[in-house]
């Protein structure tokens, strides 16, 4: 989701799936009062929500700006056959890592449900 795409995310008021790990943030003045003001704006959504949502948008925008790198070894042909070289640049391991907490994550919450 981009962060231009909040907004009417918060108007339909839709609920995500929650990890129970919490974490604890400082935001300078300028980030506070903003913040207070998407609170009010929006007041069906707790303010750890927004957070939550924000922080996924921006986490979410930060992987498409990761540059590509070109690598050596070609991985797949585009539709005019064209080589498309392996990404050796951040995205990769971002992703990988990635999906390594996810999975990490998913398997503690299944073994808090038994």
């Known amino acids: 989701m981009k962060i231009r795409e909040l907004a009417q995310h918060w108007e339909e008021n839709a609920k995500g799936r929650l990890t129970k790990t919490g974490y604890t943030i400082y935001l300078d003045v300028e980030a506070a009062a903003r913040l207070a003001a998407i609170s009010e704006m929006y007041p069906k959504r707790q303010t750890e929500e927004l957070l939550g949502e924000l922080i996924g948008a921006a ?5 498409t700006s990761f540059p590509y790198v070109q690598g050596q070894h070609v991985v797949a042909t585009d539709e005019e056959g064209d080589p498309l070289y392996e990404d050796i640049g951040p995205t990769p391991r971002f ?5 390594r907490y996810l999975h990490d994550m998913s398997a503690q919450a299944e073994e808090q449900k038994h």
Do not use: D
């Open 95 to 99: 992703l990988a890592l990635s999906r």
């Open 59 to 63: 986490l979410e925008e930060l992987e």
